[in-house]
T-cell receptor
Framework: DGGITQSPKYLFRKEGQNVTLSCEQN?????MYWYRQDPGQGLRLIYY???????QKGDIAEGYSVSREKKESFPLTVTSAQKNPTAFYLC???????????FGQGTRLTVV | QKEVEQNSGPLSVPEGAIASLNCTYS??????FFWYRQYSGKSPELIMF????GDKEDGRFTAQLNKASQYVSLLIRDSQPSDSATYLC?????????????FGQGTRLTINP
């Protein structure tokens, strides 16, 4: 089945640790995005990538890093510099036609 | 002023009635408008998109766009308990030579049997 797969579904991070969230898509989409959602709030853009080996900062990129070495994959690393990382992280992709964006099932990250 | 604003609710509607969800946006450069449904603990699901002024109908859902008033709405007819969810309005904006989606904070809708 075509879709966007995020893993893990739940992730626990200790203070000072870096963690990496996985996002894979088999939809042959060029553009991929990472959003963060806090309780009772909308989604905020962290990073996006329009093409392999290129990515751009979104509105809240501080404390995060990404890579786009393959079209199918867009992993997000939450670094120790991100002071408030507890949130629901959503990966999304967009086809070249129109601007319809679909989401993976999300990763819920908690700092312990 | 927020780029996309929604009433956070909760909005409570009896089963079978029409639910009306509203959204305003600040950037007149916005070209595409989307409604997502998000169940608790789940990721958003696209239910409607609209690009042109006027109404767009899909089953029990109707999206309405008024670019002059910078207003987009979603009507849900014959509301069902399964429609109870948070509805996110999203608007595309020019961003660094590309486009990005900006989301409102969502309206929580409850359909009462």
């Amino acid at each position: 089945d075509g879709g966007i797969t995020q893993s893990p579904k739940y992730l626990f991070r200790k203070e000072g640790q870096n963690v990496t969230l996985s996002c894979e898509q088999n939809l042959n989409h060029d553009a991929m995005y990472w959003y963060r959602q806090d309780p009772g709030q909308g989604l905020r853009l962290i990073y996006y990538s329009q093409i392999v080996n290129d990515f751009q900062k979104g509105d809240i990129a501080e404390g995060y890093s990404v890579s786009r070495e393959k079209k199918e994959s867009f992993p997000l690393t939450v670094t120790s510099a991100q002071k408030n990382p507890t949130a629901f992280y959503l990966c999304a992709s967009q086809s070249g036609e129109g601007f319809q964006v679909g989401f993976g099932q999300g990763t819920r990250l908690t700092v312990v | 002023q927020k780029e996309v604003e929604q009433n956070s609710g909760p909005l409570s509607v009896p089963e079978g009635a029409i639910a009306s969800l509203n959204c305003t946006y600040s950037d007149r450069g916005s070209q595409s408008f989307f409604w997502y449904r998000q169940y608790s603990g789940k990721s958003p699901e696209l239910i409607m998109f609209i690009y042109s002024n006027g109404d767009k109908e899909d089953g029990r859902f109707t999206a309405q766009l008024n670019k002059a008033s910078q207003y987009v709405s979603l009507l849900i007819r014959d509301s069902q308990p399964s429609d109870s969810a948070t509805y996110l309005c999203a608007v595309s904006l020019p961003f660094q030579g590309a486009q990005k989606l900006v989301f409102g904070q969502g309206t929580r809708l409850t359909i009462n049997p």
